[in-house]
């Protein structure tokens, strides 16, 4: 595969990953697992700027500004179901109320910007509630869907390696950036899925019971959220890197139209 546009000055795409709050030895911390950062310094070739979850705090007009590109994120804790109108969430349930008050206004106004937006798992999921859809959130209990949850007890390796097929749609945006082929493996480690798509949104993979696993927003320079995790299967897997590939393209493409308007 070729390398990412990076423009005649040759930096790099900036691309925003966003955070989520976690405790480390008993104090909250912003963090962005490094396998995003990786993916989208080295599998997207970019610049990558961790995004912190200050909600009302970040001044997104300034950041959108600032970057080329946005990575949301994955992540063990769940959108508030508040904020979609569904039932209230079950005791133990894991909220992180600073990154939805983060990432939900930061994806409405990348999307009204026309900033490219890769969305992966959570990241996914707030993508469709940021434009009105609905989530499940106990899809393995939802009558004839899989399991797709992550089984912590297997090692770190075999828990985001390859776990179900997906089929691809057929003359859609995943299919172009796959070489037209119309399955591929993805890993699969969420308990969480969509429900009702948001209305302009469209389907690009789904699983063998339905659950949606990929979608795009068309008439956008470059919007797709995917369930599944290719941050963690691009070294291994050509089909993951070619989306992190494009995703790269797009951000390199935006960085070379913004700084021409600098």
Same mark, same amino acid.
Request: proline fraction near 5%; avoid cysteine.
């Given at each position: 595969m070729s390398a990412p546009i990076v423009g005649r000055t040759g930096r790099r795409p900036v691309i925003a990953v966003t955070a989520c709050i976690k405790p480390v030895e008993g104090s909250p911390f912003h963090a962005a697992g490094m396998k995003y950062v990786e993916a989208a310094a080295e599998g997207a070739g970019g610049m990558p700027l961790i995004v912190p979850a200050l909600g009302e705090g970040i001044d997104i007009d300034q950041l959108l500004g600032m970057v080329d590109g946005i990575l949301v994120t994955g992540s063990t804790s769940n959108v508030d179901p508040a904020l979609y109108g569904g039932p209230a969430p079950r005791p133990g349930n894991k909220g992180d109320a600073a990154r939805d008050a983060t990432t939900l206004p930061l994806i409405r106004a990348a999307l009204d910007r026309d900033l490219p937006l890769l969305a992966i798992c959570r990241g996914h999921q707030e993508l469709n509630v940021a434009l009105g859809g609905t989530l499940h959130q106990h899809v393995h209990e939802v009558p004839g869907m899989m399991d797709h949850r992550d089984d912590? #007890?297997? +090692?770190?390796?075999?828990?985001?390696? &390859?776990? !179900? +097929? =997906?089929?691809?749609?057929?003359?859609?945006?995943?299919?172009?950036?796959?070489? $037209?082929? #119309?399955?591929?493996?993805?890993?699969?480690? &969420? !308990?969480?899925? @969509?429900?009702?798509?948001? +209305?302009?949104?469209?389907?690009?993979? #789904?699983?063998?019971?339905?659950? =949606?696993?990929?979608? #795009?927003? +068309?008439?956008?320079?470059?919007?797709? $959220?995917?369930?599944? !995790?290719?941050?963690?299967?691009?070294?291994?897997? $050509?089909? &993951?890197?070619? @989306?992190?590939?494009?995703?790269?393209?797009?951000?390199?493409?935006?960085?070379?139209?913004?700084?021409?308007?600098?």
């Open positions: 912590g #007890t297997r +090692p770190w390796e075999e828990r985001f390696g &390859h776990a !179900h +097929p =997906v089929t691809v749609a057929t003359g859609g945006m995943l299919q172009r950036i796959l070489g $037209g082929r #119309t399955t591929m493996l993805v890993n699969s480690l &969420h !308990h969480q899925a @969509i429900d009702r798509l948001a +209305p302009s949104l469209v389907i690009e993979a #789904t699983a063998a019971d339905g659950v =949606v696993e990929a979608m #795009t927003l +068309p008439g956008r320079r470059f919007v797709l $959220g995917v369930q599944w !995790h290719p941050e963690a299967l691009w070294r291994v897997d $050509g089909n &993951h890197a070619a @989306i992190l590939q494009a995703f790269g393209e797009a951000a390199a493409e935006r960085a070379v139209s913004r700084r021409a308007a600098a």
